[in-house]
């Protein structure tokens, strides 16, 4: 059974940085992708990165590139996210998920199994 258990939210400045990190329990190290998606109040759930668990190939939406790095650390069982120079339109429930699909991972229906999020809020 796949669990996912995010932590590392919480309450910063415009400008800081948070690390999120997505502890794994029942994934096999070489068919599994997992991404970040986020979901501020009131707005639709939207991808915000992903990794697959090799670690080759990483993607990440237009809105938090070359602000945030998504990472693995197989030996951890931990997918991890980076963030630096937040804003406040960063601020939402951060929620990481699994996969076995190779295609569309931008896509919440590609994704199988979800943690139960963190919040993050940037104060401007």
């Known amino acids: 059974q796949v669990q996912l258990v995010e932590s590392g939210g919480g309450l910063v400045q415009a400008g800081a940085s948070l690390r999120l990190s997505c502890r794994t329990s029942?994934?096999?190290?070489?068919?599994?992708?997992v991404g970040w998606f986020r979901q501020a109040p009131g707005k639709e759930r939207e991808f915000v990165a992903f990794?697959?668990?090799?670690?080759?190939?990483?993607y990440y939406a237009d809105s938090v590139k070359g602000r945030f790095t998504i990472s693995e650390d197989s030996a951890e069982n931990t997918v991890y996210l980076q963030m630096n120079s937040l804003k406040s339109e960063d601020t939402a429930v951060y929620y990481c998920?699994?996969?076995?699909?190779?295609?569309?991972?931008?896509?919440?229906?590609?994704?199988?199994?979800w943690g139960q999020g963190t919040q993050v809020t940037v104060s401007s």
């Open positions: 990794i697959t668990w090799t670690g080759d190939d990483t």
């Open positions: 029942g994934l096999t190290f070489t068919n599994w992708a």
């Open positions: 998920a699994s996969t076995r699909r190779r295609g569309g991972l931008v896509l919440r229906r590609s994704y199988d199994e």
